[in-house]
């Protein structure tokens, strides 16, 4: 259910989104983590997405999504298909709006998060859904049986119009940046940070981040089309969309973005020093771009001036969460 043939947004797109979503979310605070700075050398500014809401970035491109929707679509019902936070960001905006919504989540979804969606009025859906292909899968049967309304969790110029207001807050907030982290599944987030670094006029180092079980990014823009993965094996539940979106990669192969993949070892490192350190809670998404700063340093690459990073989400599991205590 990607959209291969629709209109990439534009920065009058991510100015507007900016300007609507203002009301409804207060701008997320950036933080130091001061052995991170140790680790690069550098200042590492992390952006706190994690204390949206609904605990990621995702519920600005939701939001942004379901604000643009005709009155009929909404009043139709609608559907998404998420591993939890787009489903969390869906459900908190559909409420906002009045709208009904059924989310599509594989069986294996954290149980945090599937509880978190039901919490916020959402009809949950997991039996039988063995990945992320089969929840596409079965959103398209009901989306036809029902008649309702798909919103794609990522490949939606609205969806990354909304995601791209995270890195122009950013940048307005830090504008000193030399290089900025990014975590990449779908590639919403990433997509909106080029657009975003339009919007600002900025021109600054840009590295997406992936773990090395899910990894799809490189082989997708080399080929010059989204190359599903199989066999996707990570800890970092938030990052398992088989392949970028089709708008998503068109836009970062527009840019130079450098990918960085790693391991659910140091990811998980990574999130033991941003709990311990700045009293946030991050899941493995949130953490995994703190650990592509390590990789960088110990791969010969340290930065040359300030680093920002995007933390962004923070609904981890307590069984995992539990692990690193």
Not at 121 to 150: H, M, S
Request: with cysteine.
């Amino acid at each position: 259910m990607s959209v291969p043939h629709r209109t990439e947004p534009s920065v009058t797109d991510v100015h507007e989104a900016a300007a609507a979503l203002a009301p409804h979310l207060a701008p997320t605070p950036v933080v130091a983590c001061a052995e991170v700075d140790a680790w690069a050398g550098a200042p590492v500014r992390a952006k706190a997405e994690v204390l949206q809401p609904t605990g990621s970035f995702k519920v600005r491109g939701a939001l942004n999504r379901i604000r643009t929707l005709s009155t009929t679509d909404r009043d139709r019902g609608l559907i998404t298909v998420s591993a939890g936070n787009a489903a969390l960001g869906a459900a908190h905006a559909a409420r906002l709006y009045g709208a009904g919504l059924t989310v599509v989540m594989a069986q294996n979804a954290v149980r945090e998060k599937v509880e978190a969606v039901a919490s916020l009025g959402a009809t949950v859906i997991t039996a039988g859904v063995a990945d992320a292909a089969a929840a596409f899968a079965r959103a398209a049967r009901l989306r036809a049986q029902n008649d309702l309304t798909f919103l794609h969790p990522f490949d939606d110029p609205m969806v990354i119009a909304g995601a791209a207001t995270a890195t122009l807050e950013f940048l307005d907030e830090c504008p000193d940046l030399t290089r900025l982290y990014v975590p990449c599944s779908g590639g919403g987030l990433l997509a909106g940070a080029v657009l975003a670094m339009r919007a600002a006029a900025v021109d600054i180092e840009l590295i997406a981040v992936q773990p090395d079980g899910s990894a799809s990014l490189a082989t997708s823009l080399a080929a010059g089309e989204p190359r599903p993965r199989s066999g996707i094996d990570t800890i970092v539940d938030a990052l398992t969309a088989p392949a970028p979106g089709f708008l998503n990669l068109r836009l970062i192969a527009s840019a130079d973005v450098r990918v960085v993949t790693v391991p659910d070892g140091a990811t998980l490192a990574a999130m033991a020093v941003v709990i311990r350190h700045t009293r946030l809670i991050v899941e493995p998404a949130g953490a995994i771009a703190v650990a592509a700063v390590k990789a960088d340093v110990d791969g010969g690459r340290p930065p040359s001036g300030p680093v920002g990073v995007l933390l962004s989400g923070g609904n981890a599991s307590g069984p995992l969460l539990a692990t690193l205590t």
